[in-house]
């Protein structure tokens, strides 16, 4: 997948809410590294503010910001991503589980067919 190709979403206000009730929020100091390419997630992330480089190589490829949501598909399909992500300082990231998302879509017609929704994107 080609980085111009990752799959991020902009969450609308409502489902952001939602979503950051569910997980854990980090707000991170330093620049960090998130992941690295070739590994399968864990965990899906939630830009809450601030923002995340997104790598390849070593070089910045593209920049995503508060309302994102990444590594999804990766995480739902078990599948590495393919490129790195560094977390700049001040951002506030949230992490959800598979968990977190089996429970949505069992239990949360609304936020689940949101979801479904960007998924199918």
Same mark, same amino acid.
């Given at each position: 997948? *080609?980085?111009?190709?990752?799959?991020?979403?902009?969450?609308?206000?409502?489902?952001?809410?939602?979503? +950051?009730? +569910? #997980?854990?929020?980090?707000?991170?100091? =330093?620049?960090?590294?998130?992941?690295?390419? #070739?590994?399968?997630?864990?965990? =899906?992330?939630?830009?809450?503010?601030?923002?995340?480089?997104?790598?390849?190589?070593?070089?910045?490829?593209?920049?995503?910001?508060?309302?994102?949501?990444?590594?999804? *598909?990766?995480?739902?399909?078990?599948?590495?991503?393919?490129?790195?992500?560094?977390?700049?300082? #001040?951002?506030?990231?949230?992490?959800?589980? +598979?968990?977190?998302?089996?429970?949505?879509?069992?239990?949360?017609?609304?936020?689940?067919? *949101?979801?479904?929704?960007?998924? =199918?994107?």
């Amino acid at each position: 997948m *080609k980085l111009d190709t990752v799959m991020t979403f902009d969450i609308e206000d409502n489902t952001l809410h939602q979503l +950051r009730e +569910r #997980g854990e929020h980090i707000t991170y100091t =330093a620049t960090s590294n998130l992941f690295y390419e #070739g590994q399968i997630p864990v965990v =899906a992330y939630l830009v809450i503010s601030g923002n995340i480089h997104l790598t390849k190589n070593k070089k910045i490829k593209k920049t995503i910001g508060s309302g994102c949501l990444l590594g999804v *598909k990766e995480l739902l399909n078990n599948q590495p991503v393919n490129y790195s992500a560094v977390i700049m300082p #001040g951002s506030d990231i949230c992490f959800l589980s +598979r968990s977190d998302f089996n429970e949505i879509i069992e239990n949360e017609d609304d936020l689940s067919d *949101k979801i479904s929704q960007l998924l =199918a994107i």
